[in-house]
């Protein structure tokens, strides 16, 4: 049992040996090319064993080559930048302070083309590990390995901590030129004209989340009596369910990555808040309204590549927006004739108008797929279309002068690009 326990701490001491300092994430191409550079000029691996290291550790690098780096270990520039990359590598420093600043070096780093460097130097009782390519002056990946003895070991050692990863397929000499000539994703011209069309749901609801409930209770505890009567008739909430999923169609377009327009429609259905106290709706079978917002929306945004196959667009949107409802009410089908209350029940305007303000975030992949998150406030009221007038009566009651709720969408879209 102590043999086993020995056996297990002494691989628990191995495993942890190995450290990676930094890992900028370098392209292992398949079939890939390893330069093995020691600046003293004497591995301490072997170049043909250390192949079959990769191949173990990483079986889709398919027939990598491995040689040692001569040219550089007996070049004077190289030598130098090997031994001051030897005295400074440590852990928790920046990758941009080990750039190769010597022309000549850097002239070496860049016509590396799709070839691998291994930078490999012996420090005390651990190998000092970087990774270098044509990409960057600096190396890609640093870290240590634990010396040892046995190369074959140590080739397995260092493959599995800094090989270990999906391999991508070596590129044509025409496909590296244009991956060089090509300007970075950050800095790439923004297309003209982007297009999208999308269906989402979402759900709305009059109580703000994180207040207090006497906010909004008087709204979404209202309850209608006799067809049209209830306490408070300034918020359409007070006659109709304040909560609701909806569906939505919308489509729009962005000038340059940064100002767009939208179209959309948005459809929910929100039960008569009926008091069921009330003998009156015993005749009543169902009472419902389609809720139909037609609106326009400014969006403001900036987006950001992040891989080659996502980017990322936060935005913010203003707009304004129609609501109009359509009834569905019926009786019973034993009621011969309805009361005079459903005869004169409430009616609502022919459209509400109001504004909308939120913030939300376009997350689009390979260039044509995306997902909508949006957040935000809503207005709905009523659209007088002209003055009262100082002789008129007494002012009929108003239905739904001052409505707002939140929401919250998920939207599915496909984009173009012009």
Not at 11 to 27: C, K, L, M, N, P
Not at 65 to 94: F, H, P, Q, V
Not at 365 to 392: C, I, M, Q
């Amino acid at each position: 049992m102590k043999k086993f326990l020995a056996i297990l701490l002494f691989v628990a001491i191995w495993a942890g040996a190995s450290e990676v300092y930094f890992d900028s994430r370098f392209t292992l191409w398949k079939d890939a090319t390893i330069l093995i550079w020691s600046p003293e000029g004497n591995s301490p691996i072997n170049t043909s064993d250390f192949c079959h290291s990769l191949r173990r550790n990483n079986t889709g690098i398919g027939e990598p080559k491995c040689r040692e780096l001569g040219e550089w270990e007996r070049d004077s520039i190289a030598l130098r930048y090997g031994t001051w990359l030897t005295n400074n590598i440590e852990n928790g420093l920046a990758s941009h302070y080990l750039r190769a600043r010597h022309p000549g070096m850097a002239a070496k780093i860049q016509t590396l083309e799709d070839n691998i460097v291994l930078f490999l130097a012996p420090q005390g009782k651990n190998i000092l590990v970087a990774i270098f390519d044509e990409t960057a002056l600096e190396p890609k990946a640093v870290g240590t390995v634990r010396a040892n003895n046995d190369k074959i070991a140590l080739g397995d050692d260092i493959a599995a901590t800094f090989f270990d990863k999906r391999t991508k397929r070596r590129l044509t000499k025409e496909e590296r030129l244009k991956q060089q000539t090509e300007p970075d994703d950050l800095y790439k011209e923004v297309p003209g004209l982007k297009i999208w069309a999308g269906v989402g749901i979402g759900y709305s609801q009059a109580h703000f989340p994180l207040t207090p409930d006497n906010w909004t209770s008087s709204h979404t505890r209202s309850r209608v009596k006799n067809y049209r009567i209830t306490k408070d008739s300034v918020s359409l909430w007070n006659f109709i369910e304040d909560s609701a999923p909806f569906l939505s169609l919308y489509a729009g377009l962005t000038w340059h990555g940064f100002i767009g327009l939208e179209i959309m429609y948005r459809y929910s259905s929100r039960d008569m808040k009926t008091d069921n106290s009330d003998t009156v709706y015993r005749e009543l079978d169902h009472w419902n309204f389609g809720q139909h917002d037609i609106g326009l929306n400014v969006l403001f945004s900036m987006t950001y590549p992040i891989t080659p196959w996502l980017t990322i667009t936060p935005l913010a949107f203003i707009g304004f927006q129609y609501t109009f409802y359509s009834e569905d009410i019926d009786v019973k089908s034993g009621v011969q004739k309805p009361s005079r209350a459903y005869q004169y029940r409430i009616q609502f305007e022919d459209a509400y108008k109001g504004a909308l303000i939120g913030i939300g975030g376009q997350f689009v992949f390979k260039k044509h797929y995306g997902l909508d998150l949006r957040a935000g406030v809503s207005s709905r009221g009523r659209d007088l279309y002209e003055a009262p007038s100082p002789d008129a009566g007494a002012a009929p009651t108003t239905i739904g002068k001052s409505t707002i709720d939140c929401f919250i969408s998920l939207g599915f879209e496909y984009h173009w690009t012009l």
